[in-house]
């Protein structure tokens, strides 16, 4: 297995590119998806969460609201921390579970870890840094995802600046353009990640993210 990371800020288009990579064989372990995972009712993390934050973090459908934890903890070190420590431990588990499955196979493994830069990343064959100007962030996520234009600006603000993301880069992947431009620029990092020496099979898995105290979750 050859692990690339992946990664960059809201609305850059990270998810976009982990599509593109999916597309030319790479399989994806994507942890927002991982999160929202251990985050399932009838879990030992959702337990923990509403035992300290009430039912009021819990939606009529029984799932967790999200928006509701959101209100909770950011704005608050103290509950930052508190869901970090629930959270995290539960996620880094399952991602060392999968990459180890995956480890003895001749896989391009995609970890797609928004918070890469700040969580710590040793072991990696490199990095994928999707790279756009901030405030053509904002205008995606207004205009595709439906955020509100404060919200974007205040999450942006949260992750680490543009500059320490490209400073980890080993590839920069810009998508300032169009999809077709992202399409190329997509082409271009997986000719990369074929020039890239892969690994013995039989290297250990190590935990990556271990030096967390990310800031979102
Ligand atoms: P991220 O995963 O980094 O938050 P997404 O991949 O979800 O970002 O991209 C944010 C939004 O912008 C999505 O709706 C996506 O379809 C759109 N998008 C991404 N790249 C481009 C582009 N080059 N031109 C126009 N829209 C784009």
């Not at 819990?58 to 967790?64: P, Q």
């Not at 499955?101 to 990095?127: F, K, Q």
């Not at 100007?133 to 207004?142: F, G, I, N, S, Y």
């Amino acid at each position: 297995m050859l692990e690339i990371g992946l990664t960059g800020g809201i609305g850059s288009g990270k998810s976009t590119v982990a599509a593109l990579l999916v597309e030319r064989g790479a399989v994806l372990l994507d942890a927002d998806a991982i999160v929202r995972e251990v985050q399932q009712p009838d879990t030992p993390v959702f337990a923990a969460m509403v035992e300290r934050w009430g039912d009021g973090i819990v939606a009529g459908d029984g799932t967790l609201d999200r928006q509701a934890v959101a209100d909770r903890v950011f704005g608050d070190p103290d509950e930052l921390k508190a869901l970090n420590a629930i959270v995290h431990p539960a996620v880094g588990d399952e991602m060392t579970r999968r990459r180890a499955e995956l480890a003895g196979t001749d896989a391009t493994v995609v970890l797609d870890i928004p918070l890469l830069v700040e969580s710590g990343h040793e072991g990696l064959g490199g990095i994928i840094v999707v790279d756009i100007d901030p405030e053509v962030a904002v205008e995606r996520l207004v205009a595709h995802r439906g955020f509100a234009e404060q919200d974007a600006r205040d999450r942006i603000a949260r992750q680490a600046a543009r500059e320490d993301r490209l400073a980890r880069a080993d590839v920069v992947v810009d998508n300032s353009g169009t999809l077709d431009d992202l399409e190329a620029e997509v082409e271009r990092a997986w000719a990369w990640i074929d020039t890239l020496e892969r690994p013995p099979l039989d290297r250990e898995v190590t935990r990556i993210g271990s030096r967390a105290e990310r800031p979102d979750a």
